[in-house]
């Protein structure tokens, strides 16, 4: 069985620029030439990583699902 399948977005409406994502998730977040974090790829396994990054940011301005169903798995409160 294969590594399940996420997908993350970023509301850059909410995105404050702080970096903190994409240094949590170098492989699928980074800052863009707007100062707002973007994906990197359309769809990732580091589950992880993305789920680190969306719960550690301040402005909740992440969301990570699952690419096969659309759940949302972060972040979950
Ligand atoms: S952690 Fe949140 S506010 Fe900071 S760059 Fe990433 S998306 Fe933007």
């Given at each position: 069985?294969?590594?399940?399948e996420?997908?993350?977005?970023v509301?850059?409406?909410?995105?404050?620029?702080?970096?903190?994502?994409a240094?949590?998730?170098?492989?699928?977040?980074?800052?863009?030439?707007?100062?707002?974090?973007?994906?990197?790829?359309?769809r990732?396994?580091?589950v992880?990583?993305?789920?680190?990054?969306?719960?550690?940011?301040?402005?909740?301005?992440?969301?990570v699902?699952?690419?096969?169903?659309?759940?949302?798995?972060?972040?979950?409160w």
């Open positions: 069985m294969s590594a399940e996420v997908v993350v977005s509301d850059t409406a909410r995105c404050v620029g702080t970096g903190l994502c240094a949590t998730a170098p492989a699928d977040l980074e800052l863009g030439p707007d100062g707002r974090a973007r994906p990197r790829r359309a990732s396994t580091e992880g990583e993305l789920t680190e990054a969306a719960e550690l940011c301040p402005m909740e301005a992440i969301a699902h699952r690419a096969a169903t659309g759940e949302q798995i972060a972040p979950l």
